[in-house]
């Protein structure tokens, strides 16, 4: 894991394999085609990710992900017992999603189910 001292910039591609934080990531962009984020710390991502089905995203408790623009699930997982702020739309279609904690987004929409014994505001 990078510690709570280290900083992810830059252009980040997860094609596979793992990425661990505990510090900061904010890269300038990032592509995630298959593989798993486990985030202890603080994320923060400007671009519009799509998960999607070889995808796991972990926000433990404590942790931060904020996203500037929306987020669309269309498989893989995505598990979330810290707080997730999205700017724009949580666009949910496939796969699994719970919630134990906070999740705020401007909209949500989807087929899919949410396991959700948490918070989820939508305005």
């Known amino acids: 894991c ?9 252009n ?3 094609n596979g ?3 661990c934080n505990r510090g900061i990531f904010s890269p300038v962009s990032i592509t995630f085609t298959s ?3 486990h985030n202890y710390g603080n994320a923060q991502l400007s671009s519009n990710p799509a998960f999607g089905t070889s995808v ?3 926000n433990y408790g404590g942790a931060i992900l904020n996203l500037n623009g929306s987020l669309t699930v269309s498989g893989g997982s995505v598990s979330n017992d ?4 999205i700017g724009s739309t949580l666009t ?4 699994t999603f719970s919630n134990t904690n906070i999740i705020n987004c401007a909209t949500l929409s989807g087929s899919a189910t949410i396991t959700n ?3 989820i505001n939508s305005n």
């Open 2 to 10: 990078v510690d709570s001292l280290g900083v992810f910039t830059g």
């Open 12 to 14: 980040i591609i997860l």
């Open 17 to 19: 394999g793992t990425i």
């Open 35 to 37: 593989g798993t984020f």
């Open 56 to 58: 796991s995203w972990n």
């Open 82 to 85: 810290g707080i997730i702020n």
């Open 92 to 95: 949910f279609s496939s796969g």
């Open 117 to 119: 014994t948490g918070i």
